[in-house]
């Protein structure tokens, strides 16, 4: 199945780059862009693309709001695509808080070229989080210096079985589905229902929040073992 892409950046010579780099992969189709977070809604909203790379500042409207309003979409809107963010630096406060509105992950833009086509097949996929090791890191640090959450993840964590209380601090620490079947010696499937049923419970939309509810619900300590 083709993947379907849109770039919204304000800079024409990202956008073109990345257009050339993934538009030459035969599973991924890039169907539009746009200079800044207000066109790239209207552009994702007729376009109906699987995954939009949306950089973090951008004139008229920046990427944390265009994100928040795909990803919660006003009534009769029914098309959410998967966000990918792009950030110069690994330390902007907007990639935590697009993780937060159910981004799922974020990109460097000075990342190798491997790693945006990876990028776009893994968000597409929804199977994993981009960069585990870097992510986790990120996030631990943005919840260490912001630790105070919105609702009380930690009672909200006695909804779950010890299993899937297991599952969820393996997210957490970037373990793939694989590693985690491996870990717990369980079929890759049985993992699969293990964190369906964990986003379900929690209500989360994702691997990517259901790793910062961990870090959130103390599940995992920031830079240290949970």
Known sequence: ????????????????????????????????????????????????????????????????????ELLDPPPGVVHRPKVLMLTTFDIDDYVYEALRVGASGFLLKDAPPADLISAVRVVASGEALLAPSVTRRLIADFVHRRPAPRKDPALRLKGLTPRETEVLELIARGLSNQEIAAHLVLAEQTVKTHIGRVLAKLDLRDRAQAVIFAYEAGLVRPGGSG
């Open 1 to 68: 199945m083709t993947i379907r892409v849109i770039i919204v950046d304000d800079q024409a010579m990202v956008r073109a780059g990345f257009a050339a780099l993934l538009s030459a992969q035969a599973d991924i189709d890039v169907v539009g862009e746009a200079p800044d977070g207000r066109e790239g809604l209207r552009v994702s909203r007729s376009t109906h693309p699987d995954v939009v790379l949306m950089d973090v500042r951008m004139p008229e409207m920046d990427g944390l709001t265009a994100a928040r």
